[in-house]
């Protein structure tokens, strides 16, 4: 019998499925005897690396589950108070070990065929229908990769949407009571499009700028704050200025939605509806929208249709092609759409249907209203006393 100590099974060997046999007739119908011969005449010498890579042994896949979660191991859980759109919460155990640990979910991130992807398609019509109800608009999309990347998107379909007077704004206004994180963010995506971002208070703003085209809301503000902005947003809309509003899903449940108000896009994370923190994200965003605007919607929209027996089929009603035709004049990737987790906060809703989740966020405002007289009573004053 023969002893054999350095054998392991490798990744590679699962991964590429095929034997030197297979390797050899592969290259001899490409026309090289090596696969050295065959990297040195389609990789340009200048982009190659000349010598091998620095690179321990590789492991084995037991070996390397054991040191991954060695390293995991040294992660340290405390509690968040980071706010800003991130909020902990109880991802229910039927959600959690149906969709979050199957494979059959998690492994899913755009369902380009529709016809092996019909569960997944209703998932994201339901989360379509509850972003809809909860924002107040007549559409939305299947989910952005987070708040601050559709907030971005939404500055960018109302450059496209610039028309009249307006036609050459390159002005966009974002209060500065929105998420740090998402300033920041559309910020840097404003640079590469020459657009001048003006970060201030949205009750002082001028909206008769003749360069604005669009501005940012956030609600409630980053501080808690809660504004009605339907008078903002009318005459926002006198100047032929486009609002966009970004939004607490939760918090939709119980305040006026921003589509009554006017907006014209809303946008959030839906991290809130049963998706761990998972160390700062990201999370599926939702961004909804009029109708009128569908041809300029980032991402992709789920529809129902019916196939050739009369019965309902789910297909991709609109998908931007970004990888495939339009490149550099895509809207966005819907590669990056965080599939898992809006099906997860889908669920989430069709969990605890509305009056559940009515009845969580009239408990998060019991406790902080408790928190707020507590504070008060400790002899601490609280700058925000208006609605919150």
């Known amino acids: 019998m023969k002893i054999n100590l350095h054998f392991q099974e490798s990744f590679a060997d699962r991964h590429h499925g095929q034997n030197a046999r297979e390797m050899a007739d592969m290259l001899k119908t490409v026309g090289v005897a090596t696969l050295d011969e065959l990297i040195a005449k389609t990789v340009p010498a200048s982009i190659r690396l ?14 390397f589950l054991q040191s991954f979660k060695a390293i995991a191991a040294q992660n340290k859980v405390f509690k968040s108070y980071l706010g800003t759109g991130y909020y902990n919460c109880i991802t229910p155990g039927v959600i959690l070990r149906n969709i979050l640990e199957n494979p059959g979910w998690y492994t899913a ?10 569960g997944r398609m209703e998932a ?20 952005l990769l987070d708040e601050a990347t559709a907030a971005a998107e939404a500055m960018t379909m109302f450059l496209g949407l610039r028309k009249g007077t307006k036609k050459n704004a ?18 840097t995506r404003a640079q590469p499009l020459g657009l001048q971002v003006v970060v201030g208070n949205h009750t002082q703003f001028d909206l008769t700028h003749p360069d604005l085209f669009g501005m940012l809301l956030q609600y409630p503000a980053t501080n808690g704050e809660v504004y009605d902005y339907t008078a903002l947003i009318a005459s926002a809309h006198e100047q032929e200025v486009k609002v966009a509003v ?3 899903l939760l918090a939709l449940t119980l305040l006026k939605a921003p589509g009554e108000m006017g907006a014209d896009a809303v946008v959030g994370s839906s991290q809130r509806f049963g998706v761990p923190m998972g160390f700062g994200g990201p999370h599926a965003a939702f961004f909804a929208t009029k109708d009128e605007f569908k041809r ?3 991402g992709r929209i789920i529809g129902v ?21 339009r ?14 987790l809006a099906v997860m906060a889908g669920m989430y809703a069709v969990y605890h249907g509305p009056q559940g989740l009515k009845n969580i966020a009239g408990r998060i405002y019991g406790l902080t209203q408790f928190l707020k007289r507590g504070l008060e009573k400790l002899g601490y004053v609280l700058e925000n006393q208006k609605t919150f």
């Open 170 to 187: 390159h002005t966009f206004f974002v209060s500065e009571l929105c998420h740090p994180q998402t300033i920041e963010l559309i910020q």
């Open 305 to 325: 249709s019916v196939d050739s027996q009369g019965n309902p089929a789910y297909r991709m009603a609109l998908q931007t092609r970004e990888q495939h035709i």
């Open 50 to 63: 000349p010598r091998p890579l620095d690179l321990p042994p590789a492991q084995g896949e037991t070996a």
């Open 327 to 340: 490149r550099e004049k895509a809207t966005s990737n819907i590669c990056t759409a965080q599939v898992l």
């Open 124 to 143: 994201l019509i339901n989360f379509q229908t509850m972003v809809i109800d909860l924002s107040g608009m007549e559409i939305a999309n299947a989910s």
């Open 109 to 118: 991130y755009t369902p380009y065929q529709a016809e092996i992807a019909q």
């Open 296 to 298: 300029l919607i980032p």
């Open 246 to 248: 970004a939004a607490d």
